[in-house]
Every structure is written in C-alpha cells, then in structure tokens.
C-alpha cells in the first residue's frame, strides 16, 4: 500500500503502544504522518506541544515520518498532508465497532480516504493512554508502557513537579 498514512490521535501520552503500531506501520507506507490532534473538549495532561516534541525525539532517525498538531477533522487533515490513509491501531473488539463508526464517517466526508487497522502486539492490549494517565495521576511507576523520552521528561519533573502538572 504505497502513499502517505496518517496515524491521528490525542497521545496523551504516548505509550509503547503507540509506537508499536507505527513501527509496524513503517514497512506498508512510503510515509507515515503522525498527527497529534487537538481536541478543545478534553483537558489534557500533557500539551500538544509536548506530545510532538515526544514523538519527534522517537523518530528523529527516521526518515518516513513527520509529526504535526492539527485541530479539526481528520479527513481534512488527510487532505492538508495529502494523505490516502488512516491508520488506527484496534486493542480489542469494541476498539473495533468504534473504530468503524468513525472510519465509515470519514469515509462518506471523503471517499479518497480509507483507514487501515493494525491490531497491536499483545503486549501491549491493555496499554492504552487513559490507564497510563491514570497510573501517573496517582504516582505510580508507569515506565513500563512508556517510551524513553517520555520516561526521561517524566523523571525530568520529580515527583514535586509531576504532582503540580497532574493537579495544573
């Protein structure tokens, strides 16, 4: 499947989840798009800025990918990075029936658009974002299902400073 694929999403924050699907996502696109939305209707613990810079540290080395914010729709993002694709990685079944409604809407808004699933490695089902946030929010040691630069600013705030982003 050549061309350009965006992986949207809020990654807050990033997890070796994330970065699972998108390793594995390297080998089926010429270019791989990760768009880091803005979502005005939820309060994140971590700024959009923080998360691109995230994801840029990851994948500086790598030449197939590039890292933006975006607000708005999806498939008007698609549009703006001239991309074919939508990738989302699915974790469980009802990862799924939501993961379609929203592929079926993007779909009938452009019908230049289709969205790929990848399931991720089962290592990593049951590490999703909202539970990462959670471990963190209560001072547990959630390195385990983060990538390193991550790891690194996280320890970077002490637990003085965490506990002040946690309760901002």
Not at 35 to 50: P, T
Not at 60 to 68: A, D, F, G
């Amino acid at each position: 499947m050549p061309g350009i694929c965006l992986f949207p999403g809020s990654f807050d924050p990033v997890t070796l989840g994330h970065v699972d699907v998108i390793d594995r996502a390297l080998d089926l696109f010429d270019q791989l798009v990760i768009g880091v939305g803005v979502n005005s209707g939820k309060v994140a613990m971590f700024s959009v800025e923080q998360r691109v810079k995230w994801f840029r540290e990851i994948y500086r080395n790598e030449p197939k990918v590039s890292v933006y914010s975006y607000e708005g729709l999806t498939v008007n993002f698609c549009r703006q990075v001239k991309a074919r694709f939508i990738l989302r990685g699915i974790r469980y079944v009802s990862d799924f029936e939501y993961e379609k409604a929203i592929a079926d809407m993007n779909r009938r808004l452009d019908h230049e658009v289709e969205t790929v699933f990848l399931t991720c490695s089962p290592e990593f089902s049951t590490v999703a974002s909202t539970l990462v946030r959670d471990v963190i929010r209560h001072g547990g040691d959630a390195s385990q299902f983060l990538p390193e630069p991550v790891i690194s600013d996280l320890a970077s705030l002490g637990s003085e400073g965490l506990k002040a982003k946690v309760e901002g």
